[in-house]
C-alpha cells in the first residue's frame, strides 16, 4: 500500500527558498499523479503543483508560478518541491498526495483534490521575519 511522507518544512524569512520532499513507499511510481497541496489557517485546501511521472507533465498555481518547481528523483521514488521568493501568504502545512494513473495520462490542468486518494501527514512551512 503506497504511503507517503513529507519532511522539509521549516521557518524561512520572506524571500527564502527552501525545498520540501515528498518518499513515496512504492516500489515505482511510473503510474502515479503526483501533487503538492496546501492549506493555511482558516482556509480550503488547495492545489499547489502536481507532477506525472508517465511524461513529465506538471501544473502550477498561479500563484506559485515563476516562485515553485516540482522535480522528481525515480530512483528514490521521492517528488520535491523547490519554493523560491517565498512569501508570507505561503504559510501553511504542505500535503503530498497522489493517484493512480493510465500510462496515456498527462496533467492538463490543474491539480483536481478529488482525484487524490492517498495523503501524506504534511509538513508545516512559515515563512515570516
Known amino acids: 500500500q503506497l504511503q507517503l511522507v513529507e519532511s522539509g518544512g521549516d521557518l524561512v524569512q520572506p524571500g527564502g527558498s527552501l525545498r520540501i520532499a515528498c518518499a513515496a513507499s512504492?516500489?515505482?511510481?511510473?503510474?502515479?499523479?503526483v501533487g503538492w497541496f496546501r492549506q493555511a489557517p482558516g482556509k480550503e485546501r488547495e492545489g499547489v503543483s502536481c507532477?506525472?511521472?508517465?511524461?513529465?507533465?506538471?501544473y502550477y498555481a498561479d500563484s506559485v508560478k515563476g516562485r515553485f518547481t516540482v522535480s522528481t528523483d525515480r530512483a528514490k521514488n521521492t517528488v520535491y518541491l523547490q519554493m523560491d521568493s517565498l512569501k508570507p501568504e505561503d504559510t501553511a502545512i504542505y500535503y503530498c498526495?497522489?493517484?493512480?494513473?493510465?500510462?496515456?495520462?498527462?496533467?492538463?490542468?490543474?491539480?483536481?483534490?478529488?482525484?487524490?486518494?492517498?495523503w501524506g501527514r504534511g509538513t508545516q512551512v512559515t515563512v515570516s521575519s
Open positions: 507532477i506525472s511521472f508517465t511524461d513529465g507533465s506538471r
Open positions: 498526495a497522489a493517484h493512480g494513473v493510465s500510462p496515456y495520462f498527462r496533467v492538463d490542468g490543474a491539480c483536481d483534490i478529488g482525484d487524490f486518494d492517498t
Open positions: 512504492v516500489f515505482s511510481l511510473d503510474y502515479y499523479n
